[in-house]
């Protein structure tokens, strides 16, 4: 006899639409401040066409259609004129004014943020997130955890995301103070890599790291502490 097919239980289903909306979410966050920041380019490039268009007639009377000048002119307007803004928040003052504006009013525009985030790290301006591979001890125990640094609050405090294995989307914050970090000169990917493998890797991720240096000095205190904590635990009444 053949035997039956296996049927998916409730909870594999529930998985497996977890990862289809997830993915969708994941995709439509992603396309949505590109979308946007596409369609007001083609707003702006479309006014600008829009004004010089009466030129064509002068260029080739009688045509119908745009003059093939009009385009080119209109994507050297389009340039300059975005060149025109870049270049005056180069400067310290035109910085100063465009940071008070944009918190003044550009922060309140839904999507704002995101956008900004976005297209930051798409050009590269801005340090993308777990940029810098760290190991963290954060509950001083000697035991060390590979984290990304997300945020430096002062000089000592650090916020750390801490992510699970094999999945990095999920993880623990910590906010701790600089002892407890080691940073690595390892890369982002190879850090995730490492993750995502189970931990395969961290041989090579650490190869040039000098071991003795990786454990924080507020572990060892923490270890020297327990191990004196053990011993008086031992002795005899």
Known sequence: MNPEPAVPSVQEKKSRRGIILDSLLQGFLILLPLTIV????????????????????????GSE????????????????FIFLIGLLVRNKVGKFYFKNFEKKYLTKIPLYNLIHQTVYQFVGLKKLPFSE???LDPFRSGTMMTGFITDQIGEELY?????????????????????????????TQDAMRTVMGMGTGTADMLKNMDLSQILPQGSQKEIIKSNIDNTIDTLPN
């Open 38 to 61: 596409l369609i007001l380019l083609s707003i702006v490039f479309n006014f600008i066409f829009g004004f010089v268009a009466p030129l064509s007639s002068a260029l080739d009377p």
């Open 133 to 135: 591979v760290v190991l």
């Open 159 to 187: 916020t750390v995301f801490v992510p699970t294995a094999p999945n990095p989307t999920n993880g623990n914050i910590y906010h701790v103070p600089k002892e407890l970090i080691t940073f690595l000169t390892a890369s």
């Open 65 to 80: 259609n745009p003059h093939w000048l009009i385009n080119i002119l209109s994507l050297a307007i389009f340039c300059v």
